[in-house]
């Protein structure tokens, strides 16, 4: 027997005949003699259709009042699921967020988790309830209802494993687990076995959506087993946990960001202080700055790039413009066309070659790098956004067939 906290997203439980099939997971893990948690998602599209309702009255309306309405998508499907479940004539109790006493700072729309209660669930589970959560929401210290951001089911799930000590926390969703590219676009890409918490988090920032950032994070310090699998096809997923038996493999995966912008200070003066002045301005504004690259100085002047987010481009380049003088550079060039293609590998770091490998694929297919950054577990490159699927398909070949 072993506690268990099973997440569904809200593809998984976007009808009747699918609350059905999680219903039927969910009560086989509890036949089996597991004390279950499940924690659920808003149903399909919810929470993006009650985003649409609050602009139709009110294009900026405040911030508790949106966590007021987008949480009620969650409190739909528990109270679905427990009444599936009931039907099947399973013991089961549906909770909010703060019925489990799950307390999150103010900061409404993207609060973050102080705690959650052990009474409530315990009790239930004592009484061998299935218990059914909301996820994505919590209650501050005004007892007012608080979510926790775009895709904050996973956290509630994983919060609720780590502060429970629950044996494993499965993340059930529309794909069979992680991938070492997006299955949908790269034909060949394989589902992994198991990735290091460290893997998925580069991954996860690399824009592979499908798990919260900060739920991999959490499960990290708390050293969470997370398993992902899919809630349609009864098979073992994805494991992501410390170590991995990564001997056999140098990368996990290939990824590719086109929320991507290149800027370049052109001519700036090759004196101290000027990068620092650059960058300090940009964190400044809370603009985070990706790879950077600077040229040797030639007669007393260099260029600096470097990429943003393409949705902090045009600010970062107003910002610039208005220090031209005070930096001292000659002009700016600025390019939303480019895309940042990545390999991540634990396995990288004890071998050689792995760069070499991944440059003769874009050589191969004649694909120009703009820039290039490496950290331990990961190397990236700027390409052209158009050549970046075949950028990507010809990585993937070369690692993995
Ligand atoms: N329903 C919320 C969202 O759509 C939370 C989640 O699904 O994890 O972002
Ligand atoms: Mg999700």
Redesign the pocket.
């Known amino acids: 027997m072993a506690f268990i906290v099973q997440k569904f997203?809200?593809s998984s439980v976007a009808d009747a005949e699918r609350i059905r099939r999680v219903a039927g997971i969910i009560a086989d893990t509890y036949i089996e003699g597991n004390d279950v948690v499940a924690v659920l998602?808003?149903q399909g599209d919810?929470?993006?259709d009650l985003i649409a309702k609050a602009h139709e009255l009110n294009p900026n309306p405040s911030k508790r009042e949106m966590d007021m309405l987008?949480s009620t998508?969650?409190q739909i499907s528990i109270a679905l699921m427990a009444m599936a479940l009931e039907k099947m004539g399973l013991p089961v109790v549906s909770l909010t967020g703060w019925q489990i006493g799950l307390s999150t700072n103010t900061q409404y729309g993207n609060a973050r988790i102080n705690r959650v209660g052990h009474e409530r669930i315990m009790t239930e589970l004592g009484h061998r309830r299935i218990v059914i959560v909301a996820?994505?929401q919590g209650k501050n210290k005004y007892d007012d209802i608080t979510t926790l951001g775009?895709?904050?089911?996973?956290t509630t799930a994983v919060a609720i494993a780590a502060a429970l000590h629950a044996d494993l926390c499965q993340i059930y969703t529309d794909v069979e687990g992680i991938y070492t590219c997006d299955p949908r676009k790269v034909p060949g890409a394989k589902k992994l076995d198991e990735i290091t918490y460290d893997e998925m988090l580069e991954l996860a920032s690399m824009g592979a959506q499908v798990l919260?950032n900060r739920s991999v994070e959490m499960a990290k310090r708390y050293g969470v087993n997370l398993e992902v699998l899919s809630s349609f096809v009864r098979k073992p997923g994805t494991k992501v946990k410390e170590v991995c038996k990564v001997e056999q493999r140098s990368i996990s995966g290939v990824a590719k960001d086109t929320n991507v912008s290149r800027i370049a200070l052109i001519n700036v003066k090759d004196e101290p202080g000027v990068a620092f002045k650059v960058f300090r301005m940009l964190s400044k504004e809370k603009i985070v700055v990706d790879i950077i690259l600077q040229s040797i100085g030639r007669e007393k002047v260099k260029d600096i790039s470097f990429t943003v987010a393409q949705t902090d481009r045009p600010r970062a380049e107003e910002l610039l413009m208005s220090m031209k003088d005070a930096i001292g550079f000659e002009s700016i060039s600025v390019s939303d066309n480019v895309a940042k293609v990545s390999i991540v590998g634990a396995g990288m770091m004890s071998q050689y070659g792995v760069a070499a490998t991944m440059f003769e694929a874009l050589y191969d297919a004649k694909v120009n790098i703009n820039m290039i950054s490496t950290s331990e577990i990961k190397i990236s490159v700027l390409v052209d956004e158009d050549e970046a699927d075949r950028a990507v398909a010809a990585i993937h070949k070369k690692f993995f067939e």
């Open positions: 997203g809200g998602s808003a919810t929470t993006d987008i998508g969650e996820g994505f775009r895709g904050g089911s996973d919260h």
